[in-house]
């Protein structure tokens, strides 16, 4: 059993693969946080954090000496003593924010409860533990979920006004965690776009470490991501704890070491401009945090991360399905197309392996350009005389199945759709509301704009045959201001946003089971978990060079599993970085990913277009690794001139290994690299190699080409054969 409740000792004991949750319910009705970490036998550890004191650290009881300031909680309170980062803030009706939540009771679920309006992930055990505040008549409830295959925690948290009077809800974090030691670096993905989840290492301090988006998105610049980990911690070694929230919004991750030397983490939706109108007999749901938790190392808590999403978040209908092969035409024409244009290259295509033409931007509306259109999701007859169809039907006569962009969210100045709404869009009253991209966003707060876009897209979706979908979203929020929503719940701005995103998300993947849906911000601007629940793959950047896209991936599958990332095979120099890289090390990093194409065909010379239906086929070959295997990072570019990195199958009979070398060195070392994950006592055979033993691979390694060139890639596959192979 994973949870269990000790009523002698008032603890609960969670038991994840291989990690332990304990906390247990003190005197006085706190929650008081014990253990995380390495899974651990069931003892009474009611001792740990008895009789602490701390001068300057006010007793919530006179009488007992008790300090909130120093007890490790599950949920803090705000105002009674504990001057940490607080879990909750509750504006009463008098003015107070005073909250005083202590244990009610608590349930333990064969299966978890869905969120009514978010993304969660799916099954696992779940303990719902209610606490209460009985001045205010207020109640959360904070589900904790583990998993007997991975190593890791899901947490969220349910308020509820059980009062006679409205309440202002200013912050409910989905978790709070207490641990009792503070040597720990934070390790974030930040960014901007084109350079999407970069990796970056800091010391915990006790100033307040924020990873945080305020941008109504999760961001290109902060990825709703944080680690804590032993200060000697590397890819393969160390205590690592990920944090992970399931949302795609304003979010904030904090963390802050206190004078006892223990670390506060705390996490959730953004409280900067937030404030939730809770009517009487309410409740106000947070999105779900994934704490994912290794004993040696990043790669392992990366694979926690891995096995959780692809189980448990990615829609199953797709997690481990063979994913299109696309050609996209976006960098090869741009606005500037025709029907002709776009048959012709279908027509090149054809045959090579690529089985799904996306049509991206630029079809629909008058759009010649990105000053205007968006809304008007009809299509162009000056560009499509013969409509989609054509398109379609030249697909179809080429073998090929067809796909089609959209960007729902958005609106152009110049469009139908504003001319008929004027105040269908995100703005402020009298100020007129910040371009970006020269759009604006539609009010997704507003109901009525959601049910429009459920029927344009879905209409489009249902006439056509269409096989696959790129949702874009182009800009994040200026003015959070909703023309539709009252003045008391302005505040509610970007939360209610993102529920009408996911809500046509839902409606759109649930009305149409068959389409396979590819979410995109800008790049990789929204590439989160609730995301990933919708669409089982995100673009991940707009920069496709090779040499960008070792650091962008390697950073990404920090916690995303490869198949979750898209990656195509663009032109050289490229049109992000100006770059030449070699063909087949564009192919090979769009290898170890969702991968596609978009460039001209027809640009390419016949040597390289020659190797496609080649690459196609390695790939195919080693999806069913990228779909379902495990992840070993080796070499990060990050840390010097190669990218390396493999993925074995869960059996260990198979593998498939690249490594890049960013700058060629004249005379440079011979590199060996340490394989990972293979079976000891298996025999691997490698082509144009040998046949090694797998713990010679492991120890030794495999010895390099001394003289790869710039970006220069090798990539190959490893098969466990019977010895005498
Ligand atoms: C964004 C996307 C691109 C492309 C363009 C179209 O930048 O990331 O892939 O779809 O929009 O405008």
Redesign the pocket.
Known sequence: MSIRFCEENKTFYLTGKECSYFFRINNEGYLEHLYYGKRLSEENLSWMFEKMHCSFSPCYMEWKDISLNVVPQEFAIYGRGDYRIPSVLVKMQNGSRITDFRYKTHTILDEKPAISCMPTLRGGETLVVTLEDKVNHLEIDLYYTVYEDVSAVARRSVLRNGGNTAVSVLKCSSFNIDINRADFDIVALYGAPTREREIERTPLSHNISEVSSTRGASSHQANPFMALCDKTANEYNGEVYGFNLIYSGSHSIKVQETEIAFTRVSGGINEQDFCWYLDVGESFETPEAVLAYSDSGFNKLSQQFHDLYREYLINPNFAYKKRPVLLNN?ESTYFDFNEKKLCDLIEKAKGTGIDTFVL??GWFGKRND?WSSLGDWFVDSNKLPGGLTAVIEKCRACGMKFGL?FEPEMISENSDLFRAHPNWHIAAPDIKACKSRHQWMLDFANPEVVDYMKKTVGNMLRENDISYV?W?A?RTMTEFYSPYLPTERQKETAHRYMLGVYELARYLTETFPNVFFEG?A??GGRFDPAMLYYFPQI?TS?NSDAASRSYIQYGTSMCYPLSAMSGHVSICPNHQVGRVTPMQSRMDMASFCSTGYELNLHALTEEDFAKISGHIAFYNSIHDLILKGDLYRLLSPFEGNYFSQMVVSKDKTRAVFIIMKLLAKCNDAYPFVKLKGLDKDKYYFIADMGTFKGDVLMNIGLRFPKNLKDFETKCFTIEAVKKES
């Open positions: 976006w991206d931007d990105d962009w790129k874009d182009n995109c800008g790049g673009w707009d």
